[in-house]
């Protein structure tokens, strides 16, 4: 019997070395491809992660501005224009229903109402409002409750630019500057050192250009005393305001021939630029010209008297 328990001793012994070796065997062989799976039951149905993108770090911190809900979309901004009566143009979100408008072209502001053309579209006649040289013009569009909602004609002049009041429920606003150049007019006939015959029933005529968009100009006519050192004006004939043709044509006979003397005249003259309120009054002049009035085929170029007839 106890030869039996020796031999069944040998046989467990020799059977657990065995499974020992098979297991040792099978973890050689199989151990590295258990290690690549995760060790909980879902790893069948899990991906791989890829690795997130790089950043750049000038994009990380980028934001993009809103556009903005009012523009002023004519006259451009930083435009240069001849025409004094522009029809301003502005586009704003249909949420508002009140667009003001300052001018400032000294050193006050206008303000003016402009007036809505629907969809967000209003429009202010610009005759009269701006003047030669450089003009800022801001639009701000509000919106008022109805009963605080201020009249089309609320047209003022303030000391200086403000903001909408607490009665509004937002505002946005758009600033543009621009130039206006006024061409200055040209005398055509006579021409610098001319000699224009006077008296009796011979009246200079003088003629010129100007803009179109300018329906008049100053004109004078002065007599000047002519020594070594200085020139004076001595008489002024003729100051007053001629109008064009409508093509931009414009001519003067002058009048009261009798008060004519012989000499040296300075021939000038402008447009009277006036703004919507009066003032003040630029004078935009063109070149003057110098000419001689002469007696008959007389030339007198300084003479106490009249021509006699």
């Known amino acids: 019997m106890s030869s039996t328990l020796g031999c069944n001793g040998q046989a467990m012994l020799l059977t657990s070395r065995s499974l020992l070796v098979v297991v040792f065997l099978a973890w050689i062989l199989l151990g ?8 909980n039951s879902y790893a069948g149905s899990i991906r791989p992660q890829t690795p997130p993108p790089k950043l750049q770090p000038e994009k990380m911190y980028s934001t993009q501005t809103a556009p903005s ?7 451009k901004n930083g435009s240069t224009i001849t025409d004094p009566y522009p029809i301003l143009r502005v586009t704003a979100d249909t949420r508002y229903n009140h667009v003001q408008v300052f001018v400032n072209n000294r050193t006050d502001y206008q303000t003016y109402a402009a007036k809505e053309e629907g969809n ?32 089309l004609y609320s047209n003022s002049t303030i000391p200086s630019f403000y ?3 607490n009665n509004t429920e937002g505002w946005v606003s758009s600033k543009i500057h621009l130039d206006l150049v006024v061409p200055p007019p040209v005398i055509s006939s006579p021409v610098e050192g001319d000699k224009i015959q006077i008296g009796g029933v011979t ?15 100053g ?9 070594t050192s200085v020139t004076q004006t001595i008489g002024e004939y003729y100051n007053d305001s001629v109008p064009q043709n409508g093509t ?31 003032e003040p009054i630029v004078k935009i002049f ?24």
């Open 32 to 39: 590295p491809l258990l290690l690549e799976f995760p060790s």
């Open 69 to 75: 809900r009012i523009q002023i979309a004519n006259p």
């Open 120 to 151: 967000g579209h209003w429009s202010l006649d610009m005759s009269g409002l701006l003047l030669p040289g450089r003009n800022n013009i801001t639009a701000i569009a509000t919106f008022y409750h109805i009963s605080l909602k201020p009249s």
């Open 163 to 165: 903001l909408p009041s």
């Open 203 to 217: 009246r200079p005529i003088i003629t010129g250009t100007v803009d179109q968009h300018y329906v008049y100009v």
């Open 219 to 227: 004109l004078s006519v002065n007599m000047l005393k002519t020594n």
């Open 248 to 278: 931009g044509y414009w001519s003067v006979k002058l009048p009261n021939v009798d008060l004519l003397r012989p000499g040296m005249q300075k021939i000038t003259v402008w447009i009277p630029f006036v703004n919507l309120i009066g």
């Open 286 to 309: 063109g070149k003057p010209i110098f000419v001689g009035f002469i007696c008959g085929d007389r030339i007198i170029v300084m003479h106490p008297h009249f021509c006699s007839n």
